[in-house]
């Protein structure tokens, strides 16, 4: 019974030790967590409800095979307007705005869309992707671009090292 009693007193001494531990533990994670050191808030932090400005994001992807279908297009365009060549180059830029929208860079692709609907007014899976990127936008609380002001796509490098 005595080999009990003497085992009991070191556990205590270890818990004592422990809890002073846990304290100064509990102690510091509160100051690290305080605002009392921390700068107030930006002046320039939007109010709730106020769009931001845009900005270009998504994934870069190699654009250099439909950049040359519209770059075809525009000079078919050039040599010989018509109907058919503006509808050509309409698709030529809904596949670009496409590929882009799939990899999540809204903003150029908006602008392929518009281009899009600029030669084939009548392109109405063009006119569902803007509407559809504007809304994308508004619930992220973002300004759209407006019209011109679409970037081109990011840069994509081949080694897969991206900007």
Not at 94 to 110: D, P, V
């Amino acid at each position: 019974m005595s080999g009990c009693t003497k085992a009991a007193a070191p556990t205590q001494t270890n818990s004592n030790r422990i809890a002073s531990e846990n304290t100064n533990e509990r102690s510091q994670t509160m100051i690290a967590h305080s605002t009392e050191n921390q700068p107030p808030p930006s002046v320039n932090t939007p109010s709730p409800g106020t769009k931001t400005k845009w900005s270009q994001s998504g994934d870069p992807i190699d654009t250099t095979e439909l950049n040359v279908a519209v770059s075809n297009s525009e000079r078919l365009l050039k040599a010989a307007p018509s109907a058919a060549a503006k509808k050509t180059l309409a698709d030529a830029y809904f596949k670009r705005g496409f590929a882009l929208t799939e990899a999540r860079q809204y903003a150029s692709a908006l602008g392929d869309y518009r281009k899009a609907i600029k030669f084939d007014p009548a392109n109405a899976e063009a006119k569902q992707w803007i509407d559809q990127i504007l809304q994308i936008y508004d619930s992220m609380n973002k300004e759209a671009p407006k019209e011109g002001e679409e970037p081109p796509p990011l840069p994509y490098k081949k080694d897969g090292n991206q900007k």
